[in-house]
C-alpha cells in the first residue's frame, strides 16, 4: 500500500532534549516536505527536499534540521525543543514537482507537546 | 513566491445547505492546484485538483475550477451533510521554478443537523 509513515504519532518531550521524528515513503518520490500546523495558521512548511541530498528551507524553518541521505527518509531533527515548537507536524511527498498530476501524500500527523 | 489566500474564519451551516469557500492564489507560471480536506484527527486527503485553467476538479459532491483571469480555485458543494465537517485547504504546486507546495490557511466547516 502506498503511504507516507511518521513516527511517532504522540510525543511528549523537555526543553532542550533533543529529538527525530522520522518520516519514511515507498512511492519512489523524489519531494519531501515538513509542515506544522497551528490553530489560526494553517499548514506552514518548515524545510523541504527536491530529492536525495538536496534540501532547502520552507517558511519557518527556525529551530529544525533535516537531512535526506536516501530517497524514502527525510526525518525532522529538533536539536533543542522549546514550547512554542509545541505543534502537529505533517509529512509529505509528491512524485516529481512540476509535473502535471501531481498531487502530495501524507503522512497521519505527529502531535509533538514541549514541557 | 507561489501563495495562497484562503477566506477568514470558520463556517457554520445546516445541512443541505450550499458551500461555498473562496480561494485566491498568487503564482508564477501555470500551478496546478488542489483542495485538501482534514477530518477531525486525521491528516490531510487529497480532495479534488485542477492541472490547467478552465479545469474542474470534482469528488464527493465537491468541484471547483481552475479560474486563470481571476486566479482563484473556490470550493462549492450543493448540499452539504453532517460528514463533510472537516477543515479544508486550499494548495498549489509550482510548475517552474519555485515547486513549492503552499498552501492556504484553511477553513474549518461545521454542518449542522
Known amino acids: 500500500e502506498a503511504q507516507v509513515t511518521q513516527n511517532p504519532r504522540y510525543l511528549i518531550t523537555v526543553t532542550g532534549k533533543k529529538l527525530t521524528v522520522t518520516c519514511s515513503q515507498n512511492?519512489?518520490?523524489?519531494?519531501m516536505s515538513w509542515y506544522r500546523q497551528d490553530p489560526g495558521l494553517g499548514l506552514r512548511q518548515i524545510y523541504y527536499?527536491?530529492?536525495?541530498?538536496?534540501?532547502d528551507k520552507g517558511d519557518v524553518p527556525e529551530g529544525y534540521k533535516v537531512s535526506r541521505k536516501e530517497k524514502r527518509n527525510f526525518p525532522l531533527i529538533l536539536e533543542s525543543p522549546s514550547p512554542n515548537q509545541t505543534s502537529l507536524y505533517f509529512c509529505?511527498?509528491?512524485?516529481?514537482?512540476?509535473?502535471?498530476?501531481?498531487?502530495?501524500?501524507f503522512g497521519q500527523g505527529t502531535r509533538l507537546t514541549v514541557v | 513566491g507561489n501563495s495562497v489566500t484562503q477566506m477568514e474564519g470558520p463556517v457554520t451551516l445546516s445541512e443541505e445547505a450550499f458551500l461555498t469557500i473562496n480561494c485566491t492564489y498568487t503564482?508564477?507560471?501555470?500551478?496546478?492546484l488542489f483542495w485538501y480536506v482534514q477530518y477531525p484527527g486525521e491528516g490531510l486527503q487529497l480532495l479534488l485538483k485542477?492541472?490547467?485553467?478552465?479545469d474542474k476538479g470534482s469528488n464527493k459532491g465537491f468541484e471547483a475550477t481552475y479560474r486563470k483571469e481571476t486566479t482563484s480555485f473556490h470550493l462549492e458543494k450543493g448540499s452539504v451533510q453532517v460528514s463533510d465537517s472537516a477543515v479544508y485547504f486550499c494548495?498549489?504546486?509550482?510548475?517552474?521554478?519555485?515547486?513549492?507546495?503552499?498552501f492556504g490557511k484553511g477553513n474549518q466547516v461545521v454542518v449542522i443537523p
Open positions: 509529505a511527498s509528491c512524485p516529481t514537482p512540476g509535473s502535471m498530476n501531481t498531487e502530495a501524500f
Open positions: 512511492m519512489n518520490h523524489e519531494y
Open positions: 527536499s527536491m530529492n536525495v541530498e538536496v534540501t
Open positions: 503564482a508564477t507560471g501555470y500551478p496546478s
Open positions: 485542477a492541472t490547467k485553467a478552465d
Open positions: 494548495a498549489l504546486l509550482g510548475r517552474y521554478g519555485n515547486n513549492r507546495l503552499a
